[in-house]
């Protein structure tokens, strides 16, 4: 297991190497002059030189490139070219917005998706599966901005159990931080929750269908009890691989969901920042990104490990 | 009173009649062995004793088992029996555990659904279990998962499972099909051993006579759902009625008519091959170990020949195989075709390879399903520089198909429309069309029932002597390997161990490991 783990480490750090050489280089060859952005078109000449010294651009690739992933390393993200305040604020700010919506999500996209692909797979072919298929592949189909301006206009226009969008900030309170959540939540959940049930199901379905179900059934234990003492366990890496997938996603993609309900999540940060030619924020969120996709992946390999004792002993 | 009877059993799935009119009846302490070819419902037979059917499954007449009407049982009333009053054991070891759950576990789960004991005292008799099966302790901790044990030992742990609770029945579904033949005489003395301990009944599934007259005391025959024949074991051999016993009888002893014309050329020439495979790294920047899986093999073929090659699984043939058609290179030794190299620099050499042609063992899984017959059959054609075209190639296509006992019709159908048998007659064919000189048959017959593998061997020795082919008849199975070969080689971990023409290794073997086995094949009675 130790192994097994240090081996991931290793690939981890390989991995943001690279994605950091490959941002790097994106964003370089990207056309635009910052400065020029800043100064707007009739600055001086002198005047955009300074600004250009200012801000770094002059240094050779390779030292601009070290003292950005320097920088990184130890907490200092750069300032931004718009805002002139530094990135790391930015992203923490944004960050408290846009992780725990993931989180949020994704819990709620697990709680529904697992019973409802452990229910399916159960009653086979019965009026249940087919309800869960039928609606997963409603759930599926349904684009999440058009479910959550449908919630909008119940939930928060016709009942007025919640608000528009918007977004309190944590210091006015835990629990309504949370609610001003809900709806993005769930417009984010419902086509994850979809997905992720009809994975489970099927994944369910192949396992129960293995011989050693059958030798479990031959001991004895009831249909039920061989699923959730035997097969459940064996079904889970597939389902695990795809929740990895989805909180990356939840976590970069909320940008839609984000606009609709007037979040200030990182989505929405690097929309601005893309427009705006900031390309210091556009390197360092990306680069955060990536950093959370591949931890999160990290993570799922480990969930691999723990669910899987072939895995832990190095094969 | 008989411990299991069955009586007047029908069995439908969906419409399909599975099983009709089956009666047969287990006593304490009795084997009784059911044999059949695939389909003749000798495991649905099993799985209705344990009311483990398929959806769909109807069953009418009577199944009583140790007094309880098993047909008429609710299913919590099955799950009480099942494990506990009737164990199972399957054909497949290396499927039938849970991956991810040690074995102790395991064995321990059976005795705690059906007793209120603690987990240590469960542990304690999974313990008692697994060393009854020969899994000592000391050698396989009960914290073992199912991937660090061999098959065989998996199917200990199968069988430690099955009999933990000491049932009064043992059903064995084709315990042995999958396993080596060491490993099969081991398990089958294993299951002897605990039937006569414990006073269990046993009912033994197999398709194989020799493993079955061995151990059974009484025989079932059975076919397409019926039981054509049973008697005492081994009367009932020297007195089969039924014609079907008696033609299963013969082809399980099948012997080709082969007129044998071994030129003194050798056609194929293994010299000093050696292949080694990386192993994993111990350590994260350690060296990758290294596997010798062939350590200078050297034989040769002459052309006309069939020449055998037998082993246990993991001895180094399929290597060997994948080596001979230049699949893999070889990291040691020189392997001649016709005088010429399988491999020239790094890559095989076209000339020789088609000059060569493989029959591999899985009848169902050495197809493209989604191509029809004829393009199937030409696959080799690739092999040639102007592959022929138009008339020629379906001339090819025709004549392959007729010498192989199909009809020049059967081109335009697909794979799924043939029987397994069928299936190995176009894996023929394929390999025939590029006239060969010489064929691979790797476990090639394995897959087959009794009586489809003697009509599959027949017709490999008239093909034999109509085109002059020589084989390389690859194979566990040393009853074959003796009917079919003129030369064979034994091979063991590696190497080849024992060689000489096939009546004489088996009459008189010299090497330890050759005695081991040959005394651990199954013998058929002597017919009378």
């Given at each position: ?41 009739n ?119 919640f ?18 959540l ?49 097969a ?84 | ?40 419902g ?21 199944v ?57 005292e469960?542990l ?69 051993r ?69 030129e003194?050329?050798?056609l ?31 034989f ?6 069939s ?54 063992q ?121 009917v ?31 005695r081991?086995?040959i ?10």
């Amino acid at each position: 297991m130790l192994r097994y783990t240090l081996t991931r480490l290793l690939s981890l750090a390989v991995s943001l190497a690279v994605a950091s050489v490959v941002i790097f280089m994106a964003v370089e060859i990207l056309p635009g002059d910052p400065a020029t952005l800043m100064l707007g078109v009739n600055a001086q000449e002198d005047t955009l030189a300074a600004l250009r010294e200012q801000l770094g651009l002059n240094g050779s690739l390779w030292s601009r490139y070290l003292s950005w992933v320097g920088g990184m390393l130890t907490g200092d993200f750069g300032t931004s070219y718009t805002y002139r305040t530094p990135v790391a604020e930015m992203v923490g700010e944004r960050l408290w917005i846009s992780l725990p919506l993931a989180i949020y999500a994704l819990t709620l996209s697990t709680l529904i998706a697992f019973p409802a692909g452990i229910w399916a797979a159960s009653k086979r072919g019965s009026a249940a599966d087919v309800g869960v298929m039928g609606v997963t592949q409603l759930g599926v189909a349904i684009p999440n901005f058009w479910f959550a301006m449908l919630m909008v206009v119940v939930f928060a226009i016709n009942l007025r159990w919640f608000s528009a969008g918007g977004f309190p900030g944590w210091d006015k309170g835990f629990w309504l931080s949370m609610k001003s959540l809900t709806l993005p939540a769930i417009a984010l959940a419902l086509p994850q929750a979809s997905i992720l049930a009809r994975v489970m199901r099927s994944s369910l379905l192949d396992t129960l269908s293995e011989d050693f179900v059958r030798t479990a059934r031959a001991k004895g234990l009831s249909k039920r009890q061989a699923l959730w003492r035997h097969a459940l366990r064996n079904a889970l890496i597939p389902v695990l691989t795809i929740i990895g997938l989805q909180f990356s996603f939840l976590l970069a993609g909320g940008i839609i969901i984000e606009n609709v309900f007037y979040l200030p999540g990182l989505g929405r940060m690097i929309f601005q920042a893309v427009s705006a030619r900031d390309l210091i924020v556009v390197e360092s969120v990306v680069m955060l990104l990536v950093f959370a996709v591949i931890a999160v992946n990290f993570l799922v390999e480990i969930s691999y490990a723990l669910v899987d004792p072939r895995l832990r002993h190095g094969r | 009173m008989s411990l299991l009877r069955i009586e007047k059993l029908d069995l439908d799935i969906g419409k399909r009649p599975i099983l009709r009119d089956v009666s047969l009846s287990v006593d304490p302490g009795q084997i009784v062995g059911v044999i059949g070819e695939s389909g003749s419902g000798k495991s649905m037979t099993a799985f209705t004793v344990m009311q483990l059917l398929p959806e769909g499954a109807v069953a009418r007449g009577s199944v009583t088992l140790d007094g309880h009407d098993i047909l008429t049982l609710s299913e919590p009333e099955l799950c009480a029996l099942r494990g506990n009053k009737v164990g199972m054991v399957f054909q497949e070891p290396m499927t039938a555990l849970n991956p991810i759950r040690s074995i102790g576990d395991q064995v321990a789960e059976t005795i705690l659904i059906h007793e209120r004991v603690s987990k240590t005292e469960a542990l304690n008799r999974a313990r008692e279990a697994l060393a009854r099966v020969e899994l000592p302790e000391d050698r396989f901790p009960l914290t073992r998962y199912p991937h660090e044990l061999s098959g065989g030992q998996r199917q200990r742990v199968v069988i430690a499972m099955a009999i933990a609770l000491r049932p009064k029945l043992l059903i064995a579904d084709e315990p042995t099909t999958a396993l080596d033949v060491t490993t099969q005489a081991q398990i089958l003395k294993l299951l002897e051993r605990l039937v006569r301990e414990d006073g269990m009944g046993m009912l033994m599934i197999s398709h194989d006579l020799a493993v079955v007259s061995d151990l059974a005391d009484e025989i079932v025959i059975m076919r397409s759902g019926e039981v054509v024949e049973r008697g005492p074991c081994p009367v009932i051999f020297s007195a089969l009625q039924h014609p079907y016993s008696i033609s299963l009888l013969a082809a399980s002893t099948h012997a080709p008519d082969r007129s044998v014309q071994v030129e003194d050329t050798p056609l194929l020439r293994v010299s000093e091959v050696r292949r080694s495979y990386r192993t994993p790294r111990k350590t994260l920047f350690g060296k990758p170990g290294a596997f010798e899986a062939v350590k200078g093999v050297s034989f040769d073929l002459k052309k006309g020949e069939s020449l055998g090659l037998v082993g246990e699984s993991g001895c180094g043939k399929s290597t060997l195989t994948r080596a001979i058609l230049g699949l893999e290179e070889v990291q040691g030794g020189e392997i001649l075709l016709a005088g010429e190299p399988v491999f020239t620099g790094h890559s095989p050499n076209r000339d020789v390879r088609r000059k060569m042609q493989v029959v591999f063992q899985d009848p169902y899984g050495s197809f493209n399903p989604r191509h029809r017959v004829d393009r199937l059959v030409c696959e080799p054609f690739h092999l040639l520089d102007t592959p022929p075209t138009g008339k020629a190639r379906d001339r090819a296509i025709e004549e392959a198909l007729t010498s192989v006992g199909l009809t020049a019709a059967d081109r335009y159908k697909y794979i799924h429309e043939f029987s397994g048998g069928q299936r190995q007659r176009i894996a023929i064919a394929r390999a025939l069309i590029i006239k060969p000189e010489l064929i691979l048959l790797d476990e090639a017959v394995s897959a087959l029932d009794v009586q489809v593998r003697a009509q599959i061997l027949d017709l490999l020795a008239d093909l034999s002597d109509q085109f002059g082919l020589s084989y390389l008849f690859i194979s566990h199975d040393l009853s074959v390997v003796r009917v079919i070969t003129d030369r064979c080689l034994v091979m063991k971990a590696g190497e080849i161990v024992e060689q000489g023409p096939t009546e004489q290794v088996f009459s008189n073997p010299q090497h330890p490991y050759t005695r081991e086995l040959i005394a651990a094949a199954p013998d058929l009675p002597e017919l009378a």
